[in-house]
T-cell receptor, first 114, second 115 residues
């Protein structure tokens, strides 16, 4: 089946640093990638949708300057959390899909800001 | 607009017993419906999906779900629970056509299997 790789799986860093998370589709070309955030004991909240070669579409309430998304190729999207603070600590999950196919999810990144 | 309501944030069943996880949806267009499973500290794995074909959908690991338009429901069942089924399950809805675009997830149901 389709495989989506997300890296790193866990990050611990100091407040004020920027953190980059990568999402790769390993065996298919992903025309669309999605970034979600999941708080403890809650569902996934869509942060943004990115299509290859174009700007990401952010959901209401998500700061685009805080969460930079780049979808430079059909197999790679990155999420950069800029100047991270403790309230940004969360579980971030990406997904990717081909046209007319369901989303396939990465294994998530546990981000902890000290 | 679309939304999903999962009834019961925690469900406990004995090993070998029937698993029933409830999901009701709301959608202004014909929906695509999904069930995903999440194990601790992992992403989501697609269990099964409904895309307007057969109303009874069979998925992986012995799970199945039935789409009932009159009840706006898409409950997930498995005849006999296994210890490895302990996980969190998310019901999700997406609006057709192009029904795999924006997916709205329910809050999740944590399934506990008691030996």
């Amino acid at each position: 089946g389709a495989v989506v790789s997300q890296h790193p799986s866990r990050v611990i860093c100091k407040s004020g640093t920027s953190v980059k998370i990568e999402c790769r589709s390993l065996d298919f070309q992903a025309t669309t990638m999605f970034w979600y955030r999941q708080f403890p004991k809650q569902s996934l909240m869509l942060m943004a949708t990115s299509n290859e070669g174009s700007k990401a579409t952010y959901e209401q309430g998500v700061e685009k300057d805080k969460f930079l998304i780049n979808h430079a190729s059909l197999t790679l999207s990155t999420l950069t959390v800029t100047s991270a603070h403790p309230e940004d600590s969360s579980f971030y999950i990406c997904s990717a899909r081909q046209p007319n196919q369901p989303q396939h999810f990465g294994d998530g990144t546990r981000l902890s800001i000290l | 607009a679309q939304s999903v309501t999962q009834l019961g944030s925690h469900v406990s069943v004995s090993e070998g017993a029937l698993v029933l996880l409830r999901c009701n949806y709301s959608s202004s267009v014909p929906p695509y419906l999904f069930w995903y499973v999440q194990y601790p500290n992992q992403g989501l794995q697609l269990l099964l999906k409904y895309t307007s074909a057969a109303t009874l959908v069979k998925g992986i690991n012995g799970f199945e779900a039935e789409f009932k338009k009159s009840e706006t429901s898409f409950h997930l069942t498995k005849p006999s629970a296994h210890m490895s089924d302990a996980a969190e399950y998310f019901c999700a809805v997406s609006g057709a056509p192009g029904g795999y675009q924006k997916v709205t997830f329910g809050i999740g149901t944590k399934l506990q299997v008691i030996p």
